[in-house]
């Protein structure tokens, strides 16, 4: 960090607030939209559809975001994002002056849906500008923007429970939707226009399919939409399960603050060591195995004879916000890298189509968690239900090892392409690399480091 400039500072500063504000905005209304539209005669079904609508709208529209990020605008894309998320948050404070359930559910479908718009084309233009602005330190950026996030995940119900107290239903969501909109403002004036920068940059970069069929990326979106439905099974769950233990309302709270507390807490690790130290495929088997364990242990599981108890569970949440973390910040880093390693041009299109990737993937995710928790917790209880993730991260485990396996099999053949600094090569230039290199391609192949989870300052990569 010592070594960034005054303008990756400012565009770290205002992202970090930024996410932190849309954070609060986009969770706020968790503690007291239930109890409000039962008062207008919505049942659990219809208000719970409202909270995942908004997922279901960010995973269609975020590859669409992707794909036109590059004639949009990175920073016109972000700033609009900011700007729908905050007004749409507005809106929402005003529903309790509607009294017929039909319109009253009608407009809250509505309102979540334009908000989830906006929230997704922030999300996708902020980590492309990560990208750019950072490409020495991608996953650290990435992360420490995530730990600001999660934080506003949890300060949000806290923060809106407490000025719906001071104030009723509007206050929260005028107050803090006008704090995204003051954010949005400091954004406009400092991001620098990326537009002019990339204009000459061609649509050569592909597609979304194109992405997806690169097997490393397509690896990186499993894994990302296993971790999603881990984070939204318990979100479902977690308050059925501890129900025996008859905590407080409090301490059900502090619970569920648990694995997210966690995830912020280590994601600026795992960022550092993608970046630096590890290869992010390690990182995301370390993570799926650390989620198994904190799903066999606060099942816990039917094979394992023990009674579930506050301190295993406690011990469990953080194994999972440990796990977790670890396997959206490395997919994250990996999924950059191969798609350039796999001849997409490093420019603001393939950050982009990787960006609505993982928005998109992440919230199939956390709407399909919440889903299919709910239904096998009904059907088979929460025990067998833990069995459910576990297996989905045995997969994704499984599944790397044998792509990392593959990939040293393949660079012992000896075709190979080492590239320093920048991955983007043209063809001409990865024609003179090859003739350039091939008298030292075994010799080469020993010196690499990344594929055997290390390297040095210089970023290192191959291309098969």
């Given at each position: 960090?010592?070594?960034?400039?005054?303008?990756?500072?400012?565009?770290?500063?205002?992202?970090?607030?930024?996410?932190?504000?849309?954070?609060v905005?986009?969770?706020?209304?968790?503690?007291?939209?239930?109890i409000?539209?039962e008062?207008?005669g919505?049942?659990?079904?219809?208000?719970?559809?409202?909270?995942?609508?908004?997922?279901l709208?960010v995973?269609?529209?975020?590859?669409?975001?992707?794909?036109?990020?590059?004639?949009?605008?990175?920073?016109?894309?972000?700033n609009?994002?900011?700007?729908?998320?905050?007004?749409?948050?507005i809106?929402?404070g005003?529903?309790?002056?509607?009294n017929?359930?039909?319109?009253?559910?009608?407009?809250?479908?509505?309102?979540?849906?334009?908000e989830?718009m906006?929230?997704s084309?922030?999300?996708t233009?902020?980590f492309?500008?990560?990208?750019?602005?950072?490409p020495?330190?991608v996953?650290?950026t990435f992360a420490?923007?995530?730990?600001c996030f999660?934080?506003?995940?949890?300060?949000?119900p806290?923060?809106?429970?407490?000025?719906?107290?001071?104030?009723?239903?509007?206050l929260?969501?005028?107050?803090?939707?006008?704090?995204l909109?003051c954010?949005a403002?400091?954004t406009?004036?400092?991001?620098?226009?990326?537009?002019?920068?990339?204009?000459?940059?061609s649509?050569?970069?592909?597609?979304?399919?194109?992405?997806?069929?690169?097997p490393?990326?397509?690896?990186a979106?499993?894994?990302?939409?296993?971790?999603?439905?881990?984070?939204?099974f318990?979100?479902?769950?977690?308050?059925?399960?501890?129900?025996?233990?008859?905590?407080?309302?409090?301490?059900?709270?502090?619970?569920?603050v648990?694995?997210?507390?966690?995830?912020?807490?280590?994601?600026?690790?795992?960022?550092?060591?993608?970046?630096k130290?590890?290869?992010?495929r390690?990182?995301?088997?370390?993570?799926?195995?650390?989620?198994m364990?904190?799903?066999?242990?606060i099942?816990?599981?039917?094979?394992?004879?023990?009674?579930?108890?506050l301190?295993l569970c406690?011990?469990?949440?953080v194994?999972?916000?440990?796990?977790?973390g670890?396997?959206?910040?490395?997919?994250?880093?990996?999924?950059h890298?191969?798609?350039?390693v796999?001849?997409?041009?490093?420019?603001?299109e393939?950050?982009?189509?990787?960006?609505?990737?993982?928005?998109?993937?992440f919230?199939?995710?956390?709407?399909?968690?919440?889903?299919?928790?709910?239904?096998?917790?009904d059907?088979?209880?929460f025990?067998?239900?833990?069995?459910?993730?576990?297996a989905?991260?045995l997969?994704?485990?499984?599944?790397?090892?044998?792509?990392?396996?593959?990939t040293k099999k393949?660079?012992?053949?000896?075709l190979?392409?080492?590239?320093?600094?920048?991955?983007?090569k043209?063809d001409?230039?990865?024609?003179?690399?090859?003739?350039?290199?091939?008298?030292?391609?075994?010799?080469?192949?020993?010196?690499?480091?990344?594929?055997?989870?290390?390297?040095?300052?210089?970023?290192?990569?191959?291309?098969?």
């Open positions: 960090m010592g070594k960034y400039t005054r303008q990756q500072w400012l565009t770290l500063i205002v992202f970090a607030i930024a996410d932190f504000c849309s954070a905005c986009v969770s706020l209304q968790a503690p007291f939209y239930p409000l539209a008062s207008k919505a049942t659990p079904t219809q208000y719970g559809f409202v909270f995942g609508i908004f997922e709208t995973f269609i529209v975020s590859p669409i975001y992707g794909n036109y990020l590059n004639k949009i605008g990175p920073k016109f894309m972000f609009a994002g900011i700007f729908t998320t905050a007004t749409t948050c809106m929402f005003f529903l309790d002056r509607i017929d359930t039909n319109v009253f559910i009608g407009l809250s479908f509505a309102i979540r849906i334009v989830a906006g929230n084309g922030f999300l233009a902020s492309s500008i990560i990208a750019k602005e950072f020495d330190n996953g650290a420490s923007l995530e730990t999660g934080l506003g995940m949890i300060v949000g806290t923060l809106g429970g407490a000025l719906f107290e001071l104030g009723g239903y509007t929260p969501f005028v107050t803090l939707g006008c704090m909109l954010a403002s400091l406009y004036c400092i991001l620098p226009s990326y537009s002019s920068e990339f204009k000459g940059e649509g050569s970069s592909g597609s979304m399919i194109s992405l997806i069929k690169v490393a990326i397509a690896l979106a499993y894994a990302i939409i296993a971790s999603s439905i881990s984070i939204g318990l979100q479902a769950t977690l308050e059925p399960h501890l129900r025996p233990l008859k905590l407080s309302p409090f301490q059900l709270g502090l619970m569920f648990l694995n997210g507390a966690t995830y912020g807490f280590f994601a600026p690790l795992w960022g550092w060591l993608c970046d130290r590890i290869n992010p390690i990182v995301v088997i370390f993570g799926s195995f650390m989620v364990i904190a799903f066999i242990i099942g816990p599981a039917p094979f394992l004879p023990i009674p579930t108890t301190p406690i011990f469990a949440l194994l999972h916000g440990t796990g977790f670890a396997e959206l910040v490395a997919t994250f880093t990996s999924a890298r191969d798609a350039v796999n001849g997409f041009p490093d420019d603001i393939t950050y982009g189509l990787v960006s609505g990737l993982w928005t998109s993937t919230a199939l995710g956390a709407f399909i968690g919440p889903s299919a928790a709910g239904a096998l917790f059907w088979i209880g025990g067998w239900a833990s069995v459910f993730v576990v989905l991260h997969i994704v485990a499984i599944s790397f090892i044998l792509n990392m396996c593959c393949k660079r012992n053949s000896g190979y392409i080492k590239i320093h600094e920048s991955l983007a043209s001409p230039e990865k024609a003179s690399l090859i003739t350039a290199t091939k008298k030292n391609s075994f010799s080469s192949i020993s010196d690499s480091s990344y594929f055997s989870g290390a390297s040095d300052t210089s970023e290192e990569y191959y291309i098969y």
